[in-house]
C-alpha cells in the first residue's frame, strides 16, 4: 500500500514538472486582460452609442415637434436603440467565447440536436422581429399613441425589434410580443366621438332635459378648443338592458374624448339637478372613432 502511494506521488510529481506555470500563468492573465477590455469597450460603446443616437433623434423631434411627424421619430428612436443594444451584446458575447477559446462557428454548425433545439427556440424570436418590421413599415403605431391591443388598452412607450410597449390606463407597463399581436385599434390617428348618456326614468320630461343640454353646450363648447364641430344631441334611446338616456355625441381631437365626456356629462347632471330634475345614475359610453 505504502509503495502504491509512492509511486502515485512520483507520477504526479512529474506531471506537475511537465506543466509550464510561467506560460499558463500568462496566458491565463492574458485572458483575463481580454476579457476586461471587451467589457470596457461594450460599456464605452454603448454610451457613445445612446449618446448619439440620443443627441441625433433630440435634434430632429424639436424641429417636428407637436406634428405626426415627432411620433414617427420617436418610434424610430426606440427600434434604434433596440438594434444597438442587441448588436453590442452579440458581438460581446461572440467576443468573450471566442477569448476563453470556444469554436462558436464549428460548435454551432456541428451540434446537431442542439442547434435544432436553438433554431426552434429562435423561431419566435424570427417571429417577433417579422411581425415588428411590417407593424413598422405599415405604420400600424406610433410611440405616443392611445392603442388597444387584445385586452390591454394604453399609451405606446416602445416599438422594439422582440416587443412592443404598452402603458395602461392604471400605470401597468405592458411588454406585448409581436409576433401576439393580430388586431390593433389605433385611437390616435382619426377624431373620436365622446357618447354621453345620461339616464332617465320613463316619466322624465325629455324636451325639458335636451334644452337644459342644449344650453350647457352652447355656454360650455367655446372653452373646450379640443372639441370639433357642434355637439349632436342624439334624443332619447333604449340601452340593452331596458334602461332610457338622453344620448350626445361630441367629435373630439384624438385623445380629448375622454375628459370631454367626464367634464360634459358633469356639467350637464349639474343643471338638470338645478333644474329640480330626478335623475337615475348615468351611465357614460367614450372613445368611438369617428372616421370621416
Known sequence: MKQNLTV??????????????????????????????????????????????????????AKYENTVTEKRIKTFHTLTMNVLIYCLWFFWIYSILSTIGVPVGTLVASAGIFS???????????????S???????????????????TIKGTVTAVGLRTTQVV?????????????????ANMSRNNMTAMIQVGIFPQTPVDQVIKIIRKVNQREVPNYPDIIGDPKIIGTISLPDGKLVVQ?????????QYEISHSFLALYLTELNQAGIELPASPTMVGQPNVK
Open 8 to 61: 502515485l506521488a512520483v507520477n504526479w510529481q512529474k506531471y506537475l514538472n511537465m506543466v509550464d506555470w510561467d506560460r499558463l500563468a500568462m496566458t491565463i492573465l492574458e485572458k483575463v486582460l481580454l476579457l476586461i477590455l471587451f467589457s470596457i469597450l461594450f460599456v464605452i460603446l454603448r454610451k457613445i452609442g445612446k449618446d448619439a443616437i440620443n443627441h441625433f433623434f433630440k435634434r430632429y423631434r
Open 116 to 130: 435544432l433545439a436553438i433554431g426552434l427556440g429562435a423561431q419566435g424570436f424570427v417571429t417577433d422581429i417579422v
Open 132 to 150: 415588428g418590421f411590417f407593424i413598422l413599415l405599415e405604420r400600424q403605431i406610433e410611440v405616443g399613441e392611445y392603442v388597444q391591443i387584445g
Open 168 to 184: 395602461g390606463d392604471d400605470g401597468t407597463l405592458n411588454f406585448i410580443p409581436n409576433r401576439t399581436i393580430t388586431t390593433i
Open 248 to 256: 350626445v355625441n361630441i367629435t373630439t381631437k384624438n385623445g380629448a
